[in-house]
Each structure stands twice: as C-alpha cells, then as structure tokens.
Nanobody, 124 residues
Framework: VQLQASGGGLVQAGDSLRLSCAASGRTFSSYAMGWFRRAPGKGREFVASISGNGGNTYYADSVKGRFTISRDSAKSTVYLRMNSLKPEDTAVYYC??????????????????WGQGTQVTVSS
C-alpha cells in the first residue's frame, strides 16, 4: 500500500482545511485508514480512523465535533475535514493504513503503512 497525503497549510484559528490521502496498491475497501499527528516536541497521536466500508469512525476527544474523517472508494482516497481549527492543532498530519483488517482501530501500532506527512499550522 502506498499513501500520499496532501492539503496541509498555514491558516488562522477558526479556519477550515481538508486533508487528502490517496492510496494505491491494494483494494481500498479491504483495509482501515487513520489519521495521526505529531505536534512539535510531542509524540505521534491518534486523530481519527475509519473502517474499510466507511461505516465506523473514531475520533480523539480533542477533535471530536470539529474533524470529520471520510473515504471515497471510487478515488481510493481518505479525507480529514478540519473545522474550527485551533493553534493546538498545529502538527504534521500523517495518514496510515492497517492492511491487516477493514476494522478501524485507534491503536497506532496496528497501522503498517504510512504516508509522508503534511504540515498544518494554525496561527492565533
């Protein structure tokens, strides 16, 4: 599985962004997808995940109600819509695939393929 993330940028607090992650190499619906982030000086943390059929989603408490994960099987792409962005959302965002299952998980260790990361910077 190859993953290519895009869509990051510099925005102001309260703005919105949509990240995209294009996948290739295997049947897209056969594996779960997730978004993680790494803020400056911190470890990589879970943001959101979605099952292979898009029927189940999970969110970190810090983004619940503001971020939405979705996937488009026709485009083999997973999205992260980020609304009401805050300075504390500043991080490098990574998409990831758990090729072993279509069941979504929040556990970072379960994801075995990673995209290259895209920078999101939110100014106050």
């Amino acid at each position: 599985v190859q993953l290519q993330a895009s869509g990051g940028g510099l925005v102001q607090a309260g703005d919105s962004l949509r990240l995209s992650c294009a996948a290739s190499g295997r049947t897209f619906s056969s594996y779960a997808m997730g978004w993680f982030r790494r803020a400056p000086g911190k470890g990589r943390e879970f943001v959101a995940s979605i099952s292979g059929n898009g029927g189940n989603t999970y969110y970190a408490d810090s983004v619940k109600g503001r971020f939405t994960i979705s996937r488009d099987s026709a485009k083999s792409t997973v999205y992260l819509r980020m609304n009401s962005l805050k300075p504390e959302d500043t991080a490098v965002y990574y998409c990831a695939a758990d090729s072993k299952t279509w069941v979504a998980t929040i556990r970072l260790s379960e994801y075995d393929y990673w995209g290259q990361g895209t920078q999101v910077t939110v100014s106050s």
